[in-house]
């Protein structure tokens, strides 16, 4: 904080604030009080929080109601019963003008046992849902919050158990453009209470990221609201196998305006870990990817089986920008247990796909080709690549090309949408990457690349 409090700022000079920095607030950052470092930015108009879920009850005092004319609200890693009251209050008497809401509690069980355990002291009973009919439900008149501003909404490890029809967004989904639910529970009961409301579905983005398997029911339900959301532009889905793609993609179909999809598969590989599993090659895909308006087109289907998927269709994808996703837990294991780059067969994989879809054969509109885990900002970037055409096959993005530039940073979120590990993560997730002689040998080969 010292070297915050040598900037200086004009009063009210700020209209965002971002603290993504994973680490617990301090005090003296945006408390309210005199000592607050954001004492005097009243006009704060997007704030961003990224907090260590784990903080210490005495530490990060909050005060959201200090940004009365704040209408874009991320906070991510909130967890403790002082932060969900924090973010109560703000709703109670700002809720009325929030745009874009983003949410994650990274462990919702841990912050209901935190807000429970506070509230007993207080209450004899406690309400069957308590973020939405305690927190984001906060109008002291016991009628519905109904955000009538709310055009965007990013919730993950969310429960949407006995949330019914007094959930604060039910009532106005008819305004909501976006949608992205993250590793929630109960999230299906929601999407088909919605689908069989009778209101109007105008997204132009769903984002749906589901972590453990689901019945023929889950399937039905999401194809059904997909079906609903006849006007999206953009789809996202992680799901877990086994699913019927078939019905998935047939649901897809009927979006007209679609121009970007991304499909990722997950599957078990032992107890412990969910990994990447290739996507089927239902027939509704060809469809869709041939469609002069899909532009952009994401999966988790290695490469040497995309290769031979695309390469079986009778008239290739139009997709200016494809990616082929591979978990940051993936790339920073094959850098640990294989050297990657150093001859493996993913590298094959990857370089020889990158050959043939620039190639005459290959995707005749692709501009961009990228590899790797594009979450969070930039967490895995070292690992990244992007690779663009050139004249004697293709090489590696160069600063220079400002319109490819442009065209990854547009579709920045359908890069990073989806992601798999939580916004805070481990140490020992990074266990054994100190040496990073096989990363600098990456870098060296991506900046000397050119594949004929």
């Known amino acids: 904080m010292h070297a915050l409090n040598d900037l200086q700022f004009l009063d009210n000079q700020l209209q965002s604030f971002r603290w993504n920095l994973g680490m617990c607030i301090p005090d003296t950052l945006m408390s309210g009080d ?4 954001l004492r005097n930015q009243n006009k704060i108009r997007s704030l961003t929080l990224v907090t260590d879920f784990y903080c210490d009850y005495s530490m990060g005092s909050v005060s959201l109601v200090q940004f009365p004319e704040l209408k874009s609200l991320t ?3 909130l967890n403790r019963y002082s932060d969900l009251e924090c973010l109560k209050d703000y709703i109670r008497d700002h809720g009325h003008q929030i745009v874009s809401l983003t949410l994650d509690l990274v462990d919702y069980y841990l912050a209901a046992g935190s807000w429970t355990l506070t509230i007993l002291q207080s209450h004899e009973s406690l309400p069957d849902n308590f973020l939405f009919q305690e927190v984001l ?57 919605v689908s069989n409301s009778g209101n109007r579905v105008k997204l132009k983005c769903f984002e749906l990221s589901r972590f453990d398997s689901g019945s023929t029911a889950t399937t039905e339900t999401i194809c059904k609201f997909i079906e609903r959301a006849s006007e ?3 789809l996202c889905l ?7 793609w078939e019905s998935i993609m047939s649901a897809a179909s009927s979006c007209s305006s679609l121009t970007r999809l991304v499909v990722h598969s997950l599957a078990v590989e032992d107890e412990e870990d969910n990994v990447h599993h290739g996507v089927p090659w239902p027939s509704g895909w060809e469809q869709l990817l041939q469609g002069r308006q899909m532009t952009c087109f994401g999966t988790s289907t290695p490469p040497g089986i995309l290769a031979s998927q695309l390469q079986g269709m009778q008239n290739r994808p139009l997709c200016k920008l494809l990616h082929i ?9 094959l850098f640990r247990d294989q050297g990657m780059m150093r001859g493996t067969t993913y590298e094959f994989d990857v370089f020889n796909f990158a050959k043939w879809a620039f190639s005459a054969d290959g995707l005749p509109n692709l501009s961009v080709l990228a590899w790797g885990d594009f979450s969070y ?26 319109w490819l530039w ?6 920045m979120d359908m890069l990073a949408a989806c992601p798999i590990e939580d916004i805070v993560e481990s140490p020992e997730d990074f266990d054994g990457l100190e040496n990073l002689d096989d990363f600098e040998h990456l870098r060296d080969v991506i900046d000397r690349i050119d594949i004929v």
């Open 325 to 333: 996703r591979a978990t940051g837990t993936m790339i920073t294991n």
């Open 232 to 234: 999206l532009e953009t």
């Open 377 to 402: 900002e930039g967490r895995y970037s070292k690992f990244n690549m992007l690779l663009c055409r050139s004249e004697t096959g293709c090489r590696p993005l160069s600063p220079s090309d400002v």
């Open 34 to 37: 005199e000592l607050s470092f």
């Open 238 to 244: 992680v799901l877990f196998e086994p699913t019927d």
């Open 406 to 411: 442009g065209l990854v940073n547009d579709n």
């Open 137 to 193: 439900n906060a109008n002291p008149e016991d009628e519905p919050v109904i955000f009538p501003s709310l055009e965007y909404i990013d919730l993950s490890a969310i429960s949407f158990a006995n949330a019914g029809i007094e959930m604060p967004f039910f009532h106005n989904f008819e305004s909501l453009k976006t949608l992205k639910l993250r590793s929630c529970v109960r999230e299906i009961d929601w999407l088909e209470m």
């Open 75 to 77: 906070w991510k890693g």
